[in-house]
């Protein structure tokens, strides 16, 4: 079936890296995405990468993938307290929709 | 363009009560979608739209639920005869017709049935 699993907690030192885990179910997913969402608001995209490709940087931020262990990683570099939020990866499986599997959700506390 | 607007913020009702809410994509983008997100849970898909045809739909979507996009550009989630079940933050998205660059949300309408 169609999972997206992300560990519930993460807390970090401000100035710290974060690292956040994904694991995904569709092999074929072509695209995987980050997301953030801050309390009472919508999901704000942060990257994304295409299934060809290991890894992405851009700027705080770097996603690495590992297709053959359908594990995604997000890690944010020099941590902030703006960055506390709950972080959701998702996937477009390649069914034919385009429709996303959100994961559960990582709830990142920066400590100051 | 100011993003995705959604109408109202948060609503509540009385169970039995039948609700709207309202999504105004960003004026280009040509897909529309509707999600649902209860407390401690990832988004889940509802619904899609391109343009004005409502092309998939989930098993989520019972007979109380219906959206509308009638000219392509705003859309509709109506909820017929509100259970508690239903209280959750109701969340829509656009994105251009290819969709893989990423969706832009809306900050969400929030229900709550008493």
């Known amino acids: 079936g169609e999972d997206v699993e992300q560990s519930l907690f993460l807390s970090v030192r401000e100035g710290d890296s974060s690292v956040i885990n994904c694991t995904y179910t569709?092999?074929?997913?072509?695209?995987l995405y980050w997301y953030k969402q801050e309390p009472g608001a919508g999901l704000q995209l942060l990257t994304y990468?295409?299934?060809?490709?290991d890894m992405k940087q851009d700027q705080r931020l770097t996603v690495l993938l590992n297709k053959k262990d359908k594990h995604l990683s997000l890690r944010i570099a020099d941590t902030q307290t703006g960055d506390s939020a709950i972080y959701f990866c998702?996937?477009?499986?390649?069914?034919?929709?385009?429709?996303?599997?959100f994961g559960t959700g990582t709830r990142l506390k920066v400590l100051a | 363009d100011t993003g995705v607007s959604q109408n109202p913020r948060h609503k509540i009702t009385k169970r039995g009560q039948n609700v709207t809410f309202r999504c105004d994509p960003i004026?280009?983008?040509?897909?529309l979608y509707w999600y649902r997100q209860t407390l401690g849970q990832g988004p889940e898909f509802l619904t899609y739209?391109?343009?004005?045809?409502?092309?998939?739909k989930s098993r989520l979507l019972s007979d109380r639920f219906s959206a509308e996009r009638p000219k392509g550009s705003f859309s509709t989630l109506e909820i017929q005869r509100t259970e508690q079940g239903d209280s959750a933050m109701y969340l829509c998205?656009?994105?251009?017709?290819?969709?893989?660059?990423?969706?832009?949300f809306g900050s969400g309408t929030r229900l709550t049935v008493v």
């Open positions: 998205a656009s994105s251009l017709r290819t969709g893989n660059d990423g969706y832009t």
């Open positions: 569709d092999s074929s997913s072509t695209y």
């Open positions: 990468i295409f299934s060809n490709m």
């Open positions: 998702a996937e477009i499986p390649t069914s034919g929709t385009y429709k996303y599997i």
């Open positions: 004026s280009e983008h040509n897909r």
């Open positions: 739209f391109q343009n004005e045809a409502q092309l998939e």
